[in-house]
């Protein structure tokens, strides 16, 4: 498999997530929808394995004062509701009321019903990964995380806002724990 191209040193690439603890059959029993008709449902970009192709990793001119020297470029439209694929990262399963401590940029907590999806790209990643937080670049984000559903389970990943223009960095808002190391910095 061939690195996207700018691909930052210090990250192992890979278009999908990877599941610690238990099998990714489990964690994929977890995510189904109880809606016999969602089985029909095609996401292009899980189908394929792949992030929205219009998506570029970026150096940034002038790093985020945060996040690092990455982005995440459009090159071309993208349309306001777009689904951009998974974030990939290492998956680990915890209860809602459990708190894991904060491993950073790379990293989301995601709840789930009752149970807590953690999704650290740290190591693991795709270009996902690499969308930084809002704060200090745009006054609001432009995408934002959700659940794509795809024939029948669900996949965490991202979506535009609205519509992205050519050359455009994607920016997500990274949550109240961001925005108070943000306000402390």
């Not at 449902?41 to 690092?68: D, M, Y």
């Not at 894991?100 to 650290?120: L, M, N, S, T």
């Amino acid at each position: 498999m061939s690195l996207p191209r700018n691909w930052p040193p210090g990250f192992r690439y890979a278009p999908t997530s990877v599941y610690e603890d238990v099998s990714a059959h489990f964690f994929r029993h977890l995510l189904v929808s109880p809606d016999p008709a969602s089985q029909n449902r095609i996401a292009p970009c899980i189908e394929e394995r792949r992030v929205h192709p219009l998506l570029s990793i970026q150096k940034n001119e002038k790093p985020h004062p945060l996040a690092g020297q990455f982005g995440v470029f459009a090159q071309g439209k993208i349309p306001a509701g777009a689904e951009l694929g998974e974030y990939a990262g290492i998956v680990s399963f915890g209860q809602r009321k459990e708190k894991r401590p904060f491993k950073g940029v790379h990293c989301w907590r995601v709840p789930f019903g009752q149970a807590v999806f953690h999704v650290a790209s740290d190591e693991v990643a795709n270009e996902l990964a690499f969308i930084n937080d809002f704060r200090g670049l745009q006054e609001r984000p432009n995408v934002r995380t959700t659940w794509i559903l795809h024939r029948g389970s669900y996949y965490f990943g991202f979506e535009t806002i609205r519509e992205i223009e050519p050359m455009e960095e994607l920016l997500v808002d990274y949550g109240k724990t961001w925005a108070t190391k943000w306000e402390n910095a």
